[in-house]
């Protein structure tokens, strides 16, 4: 992968993403029943259906569902349906659509411009967003329409329900459509506890593009309109950019199968990040660099204590978010493997000594 010395011997599991990890077994089971016979193509089967209505009930409203191949995909078509080509959205300056999906969403809008704002833990500063908006209304800056923000973010940590409402009540009173990167909406589901339409619609959501690769999948992203109107012949922007999938029922069926075990999953993965976290707090010359929220551990450590990492064989990122080591856990993190990681940075640490 990018930037990372090549694995020289397998180990256990890995912590670069939670994206490394197999299918789950519901996915899985769900993918299997489906594999059975024919089946109307593109969306158009009994399952599919399912999934979509499934999705209703989660969010407890008449939203439009779509189903796509990944989140750069996801990402990048919802924004555009908010945005024309002369206007703007805004993000963190970490955000994934900004920082690691290649352009795609001024691909997909034909050029609307990403405006950035900071924020502290990688959620955006809400006074920057309104200035940002208000600095310029002239015909020559490009004219803000969206905001999209990460939920969970990019640094691993969560919005609060009253946090999402104060994003939403600001995106009505400065005319912003709110879109929500939510590759890792469950695992924030999960860590706060409240119920999907208190983070997303309630509190002015009007888009969510909805993990399940991360969680669980094998592939696929649900785009999610609370607002019916954006959705209008999004299923044809779908198509143009290849991401409408002949064989849909692959894509859709793990929702049926996995969308109550969701939550399951998502919290086993934010609790085997905690267990990480504690464990690493405790090892002599590191630290932990943001509060661990979700399924992702923030570390900061010795560069020599990352060489040593890479030549052992871990993997992981250095080069997300603030920059600092990331350790990710997923569906299927164990404690062994926990375990194995962090007896191997003690040893490390111990022989340095
Ligand atoms: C992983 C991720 C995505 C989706 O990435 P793809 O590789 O395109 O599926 C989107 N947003 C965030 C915050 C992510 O971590």
């Known amino acids: 992968m990018r930037n990372q010395p090549r694995q020289q011997y397998p180990v256990l599991n890995q912590f670069a993403s939670d994206n490394y990890s197999g299918i789950c077994p519901e996915a899985w089971e769900a993918m299997a029943q489906v594999n059975q016979g024919y089946a109307n193509s593109y969306g158009d089967d009994r399952w599919t259906a399912q999934a979509c209505d499934l999705l209703r009930d989660f969010f407890e409203t008449e939203c439009q569902v779509f189903f796509v191949f990944n989140g750069t995909a996801a990402n990048s078509l919802a924004l555009s349906s908010l945005c024309r ?15 690691d999906e290649c352009g795609a969403a001024e691909f997909f809008s034909n050029g609307t411009k990403i405006l950035l704002v900071p924020g502290e833990l990688g959620k955006v500063d809400l006074e920057a967003v309104e200035h940002t908006v208000k600095r310029r209304s002239d015909i020559h800056y490009p004219k803000p ?8 973010t990019e640094l691993g940590t969560v919005y609060s329900a009253d946090e999402v409402q104060a994003v939403g009540q600001l995106c009505k009173r400065m005319d912003l459509k709110l879109h929500m990167d939510g590759a890792r909406f469950a695992n924030a589901l999960a860590s706060l506890e409240v119920t999907p339409k208190e983070l997303t619609w309630q509190a002015g959501v009007d888009v969510l593009t909805f993990g399940g690769t991360k969680n669980g999948m094998a592939v696929g992203e649900a785009v999610v309109f609370f607002d019916k109107d954006l959705a209008n012949e999004f299923d044809y922007r779908c198509k143009q950019s290849g991401q409408l999938a002949s064989k849909m029922r692959f894509l859709s069926a793990p929702w049926i199968g996995m969308l109550k075990d969701m939550l399951r999953h998502a919290a086993h993965a934010n609790r085997s990040a905690r267990l990480l976290e504690q464990q690493l707090r405790a090892i002599p010359g590191v630290s932990i660099m943001h509060p661990c929220e979700v399924n992702g551990v923030f570390v900061e450590m010795p560069q020599t204590i990352i060489d040593a990492l890479f030549e052992r064989g871990w993997y992981f990122y250095t080069f997300i978010g603030s920059g600092h080591a990331r350790f990710m856990c997923s569906w299927a993190t164990t404690e062994a493997d926990i375990d194995a990681l962090v007896g191997d940075i003690r040893k490390i640490v111990s022989d340095k000594a």
């Open 145 to 152: 329409k969206a905001l999209s923000i990460t939920q969970a």
């Open 85 to 99: 080509s002369y206007h703007s959205f805004i993000c963190h300056e970490m955000a994934h659509v900004e920082t």
